[in-house]
T-cell receptor, first 113, second 113 residues
Framework: KNQVEQSPQSLIILEGKNCTLQ??????????LRWYKQDTGRGPVSLTI?????NTKSNGRYTATLDADTKQSSLHITASQLSDSASYIC????????????FGSGTRLLVRP | EAGVTQSPTHLIKTRGQQVTLRCSPI?????VYWYQQALGLGLQFLLW???????NRGNFPPRFSGRQFPNYSSELNVNALELEDSALYLC????????????FGPGTRLTVL
């Protein structure tokens, strides 16, 4: 069954601390994996897109990793800021005749001063 | 360069009514996607249009429909509104089919009373 599961469901950290969000998927055939940041009531904004052959990709203080063998990805946020408070969504593209994006339910991150 | 735009930003309807939501993609993008995000839940794929044709459809009843115009803008129509249709409706666009990055609009918040 094609699924994307994220953990934790929610997370509270102090400003300046690091954190890591997890994404496990069972999507096949796999094409790419995306991390999005979604502020409350707004549209998601892309952070990274990783293909099968990419292990790590960074976007400022955000670093995504991908292990295609274990079908796991993580998003590491360094030196968190209050503006990092948002939902982080892991999305996997299943590339077959249907071309379907499979969305995780997201991790809600709250950064406190 | 302008991003994906959606209108209206907010909408209040009563049960049984019909609603039309509009989306203008980024200039040069030919694919438009529609998603539903109920409060506190993940994104659910609704429809995908490319070059004026419906390419894929999510698990939604036929009262959810849409179209894409020659200028690649799109409409989402929902007939016979139900209370559970209350959600944020997000539109995204991409350069082409298959694997390219999607850029999301700010969404339309629909409330059904």
């Amino acid at each position: 069954k094609n699924q994307v599961e994220q953990s934790p469901q929610s997370l509270i950290i102090l400003e300046g601390k690091n954190c890591t969000l997890q994404c496990n998927y069972t999507v096949s055939p796999f094409s790419n994996l995306r991390w999005y940041k979604q502020d409350t009531g707004r549209g998601p904004v892309s952070l990274t897109i990783m293909t099968f052959s990419e292990n790590t990709k960074s976007n400022g203080r955000y670093t995504a990793t991908l292990d295609a063998d274990t079908k796991q990805s993580s998003l590491h946020i360094t030196a968190s800021q209050l503006s990092d408070s948002a939902s982080y969504i892991c999305v996997v593209l299943r590339m077959d005749s249907s071309y379907k994006l499979i969305f995780g339910s997201g991790t809600r991150l709250l950064v406190r001063p | 360069e302008a991003g994906v735009t959606q209108s209206p930003t907010h909408l209040i309807k009563t049960r049984g009514q019909q609603v039309t939501l509009r989306c203008s993609p980024i200039s040069g993008h030919t694919s438009v996607y529609w998603y539903q995000q109920a409060l506190g839940l993940g994104l659910q794929f609704l429809l995908w249009y490319d070059e004026g044709e419906e390419r894929n459809r999510g698990n939604f009843p036929p009262r959810f429909s849409g179209r894409q115009f020659p200028n690649y803008s799109s409409e989402l129509n929902v007939n016979a509104l139900e209370l559970e249709d209350s959600a944020l409706y997000l539109c995204a666009s991409s350069l082409g089919i298959a694997g390219t990055e999607q850029f999301f609009g700010p969404g339309t918040r629909l409330t059904v009373l």
